[in-house]
């Protein structure tokens, strides 16, 4: 028994004297005012446990909307890589002549390689940006030059010098373009 005595006097701490009078303060002040505190208190906590669930909802927000971003964009350097292949595609066509038929063979194929690569892209909600003859826009394209043009409307896309590709309507690359100007 005298363990047990002994064990619950341990548990038992002394009070300081500033909590001592925290109690007889309390113990001397009216009920009404001590049931106001009591509700005022309640009313607190009430409101803190609001803002801790609304934080927490806006963190699992904000970490469900960056998971969702870097699934879709996940894609973004590799296709970035791969938009050099397609340009040299797209440089070779350029460079070979449709009517010789010594070539012809080759540019077939290339051209289905292209278009094997564009459509790849594609399927991975890489768009290309060719935009000739559009009004010029700052977000999707990169004036490279400015000419003057009769026949084309001032800030129009005359020539696109290297396409531009968006990945699920984010510029991954801009369109470098030549920009009309009213003569």
Do not use: C, W
């Not at 890589?81 to 077939?108: F, Y």
């Not at 696109?160 to 309507?169: D, R, S």
């Amino acid at each position: 028994m005298t363990n047990e005595t002994n064990h619950e006097e341990n548990l038992v701490e002394p009070e300081s004297s500033a909590q001592q009078a925290d109690v007889e303060e309390l113990e001397q002040a009216p009920t009404e005012d001590l049931a106001e505190r009591v509700a005022q208190l309640e009313g607190e906590l009430a409101d803190s446990k609001l803002r801790a669930a609304a934080e927490i909802q806006n963190i699992r927000r904000r970490a469900d909307q960056d998971v969702e971003k870097a699934h879709k964009f996940a894609l973004e350097k590799f296709a970035n890589d791969l938009l050099a292949v397609v340009d040299a595609l797209e440089r070779g066509l350029a460079m070979t002549n449709a009517e010789d038929e010594a070539n012809k063979a080759v540019r077939e194929g290339m051209e289905q390689t292209l278009k094997l690569f564009l459509d790849t892209l594609k399927r991975h909600n890489i768009e290309q940006i060719n935009p000739l003859g559009e009004p010029f826009n700052p977000e999707q394209h990169n004036a490279v030059s400015i000419q003057p043009s009769a026949d084309m409307e001032p800030n129009s896309v005359l020539q696109v010098f290297q396409p531009g590709y968006l990945i699920n309507g984010r510029v991954m690359r801009p369109a470098m373009v030549v920009v009309s100007q009213a003569v």
